[in-house]
């Protein structure tokens, strides 16, 4: 029972961009079609599990040496060397999908909620499965979210809406009722 609400807790009670608002960059840069908000999720969703296995194995390593002091340093090291192979093997397999993630494909190794879930887990103190099932509900929450963002901004793309709204402000105003909603949940 404890794994299946890490799980769905990281997803809705504790979803990384309606919550925890980590995240927020490729939420709202990538979130303007659907299929390019599938396409960061997953990238994203597969770079925060392992980076968050991997440096859950370290961290081990890290207090074996005692030397936690360098958790950041080796944390961040582990989240930019996954996003290469990621961004070459987008660029191999689906050069579509690389070009229109554009910029925030590398921009994920900057994502703070790659990191935050890596120091989470630790912070948590999970062992390495809840470190895992933690990971990947964070993942398929931040997919979520970027999911349901995606799709209403391709609605409001058809409607009228006034032109001092256009663009960023709607996006921003739907984020924040979408946060509000993911509130309900806690509640």
């Not at 609400?5 to 990384?16: D, P």
């Not at 190794?109 to 879930?117: E, K, P, R, S």
């Not at 099932?133 to 995606?150: Q, R």
Request: charged share 10%; with cysteine; net charge negative.
């Amino acid at each position: 029972m404890g794994l299946v609400m890490i799980f769905f807790g990281a997803i809705f009670f504790n979803n990384f961009i309606f919550n925890r608002f980590l995240g927020i960059c490729p939420f709202l840069g990538v979130s303007k079609r659907l299929d390019t908000s599938v396409g960061m999720g997953i990238a994203v969703g597969f770079v925060m599990t392992l980076a968050s296995t991997l440096t859950w194995l370290l961290q081990k390593l890290l207090d074996l040496w005692h030397v936690e002091y360098m958790q950041t340093i080796v944390y961040i090291l582990v989240i930019a060397a996954l996003v290469q192979f990621v961004e070459m093997f987008l660029q191999k397999v689906s050069p579509t999908l690389h070009k229109a993630l554009g910029v925030y494909l590398p921009l994920i190794t900057t994502n703070c909620a790659i990191l935050g879930i890596a120091i989470l887990n630790i912070d948590l103190g999970y062992g390495l499965l809840e470190a895992v099932i933690h990971s990947l509900g964070a993942s398929v929450g931040f997919t979520l979210a970027m999911v349901i963002l995606a799709g209403i901004r391709e609605k409001l793309e058809l409607s009228d809406i006034p032109e001092a709204f256009t663009g960023i402000p709607i996006a921003l105003i739907t984020a924040g009722i979408l946060a509000m909603a993911f509130t309900g949940f806690v509640l």
